[in-house]
């Protein structure tokens, strides 16, 4: 294996299916919900891939000799991602207060904490944990944040299951059953692949928002309408 290839490649979510093999998904799926640095890794387009280097279309996308067995990323895929939110939750419960607190931080700063802070008042823990797997970045630093405002460990625990289950096998069965129609169009539009892939990865939080837009219009709408009521009755 080039291991220099192989560094300037982490951003590429092909050369990575196509170097590191099955296990290096894994391990990969692992460190970018687990280990903080690991934020960088295309995470839903590497589970795409790793499903279309799954399929029949292995070849033809990766080259010969790709093929990945479907049933181990399947069982694989979201033990990683379980382990590594569950790790990132423990780092956080531990010395989640130090790393955010310090003013000089590069990676981990205060804002995180309250912004972690805003995305679970607005849509609860649970919730929280569950939207966070389809958000890129997002899902690195919440399992932290979760441990450092005290999340339960039992609680984070479910959620991080559903969350996890939800996520890697969603992008990974998207891969295999759509690697044939895929194939023939990953070189020539992968940007444009990779921007829908994102799109599908934040379209739950997206529904979200517009909920919440919805509710708050109701909301003004009920307070505008209570006060002119009022008055008019005061003026009679």
């Known amino acids: 294996m080039d291991y220099n290839q192989l560094a300037v490649n982490l951003l590429d979510a092909k050369s990575l299916v196509a170097s590191v093999g099955a296990i290096g998904i894994l391990a990969i799926i692992f460190a970018e919900t687990g280990l903080l640095i690991g934020f960088f ?25 790709a093929r990945m067995p479907i049933a181990m990323l399947l069982i694989g895929a979201p033990i990683a991602a379980i382990a590594g939110a569950q790790l990132g939750h423990l780092i956080g419960a531990k010395v989640g207060p130090r790393m955010f607190d310090k003013p000089d931080s590069k990676i981990f700063r205060r804002d995180f904490v309250v912004k972690a802070e805003e995305y679970f008042d607005k849509f609860g823990p649970a919730k929280a944990v569950v939207m966070a797997r389809f958000i890129p970045v997002v899902r690195t630093f919440l399992n932290p944040v979760a441990g450092t405002l005290e999340m339960p460990a039992r ?22 059953f759509f690697g044939d129609a895929m194939a023939p169009v990953i070189d020539k539009y992968l940007l444009p692949a990779m921007a829908l892939i994102i799109l599908i990865s934040i379209s739950p939080i997206i529904i979200e928002v517009i909920r919440e837009r919805r509710k708050k219009k109701a909301g003004v709408a009920a307070d505008e309408h209570e006060p002119v009521s009022s008055g008019r009755h005061r003026k009679g």
């Not at 033809?60 to 000799?65: F, I, R, S």
């Not at 984070?156 to 891969?175: C, K, P, S």
Request: charged fraction near 10%.
């Open 155 to 176: 609680t984070f625990f479910v959620w991080n299951v559903v969350g996890a289950v939800l996520w890697t096998e969603t992008m990974l069965l998207i891969g295999y």
């Open 41 to 65: 890794f295309p995470g839903d387009s590497l589970l795409i891939l790793a499903g279309v280097a799954a399929s029949s279309a292995a070849e033809k996308v990766l080259g010969e000799g």
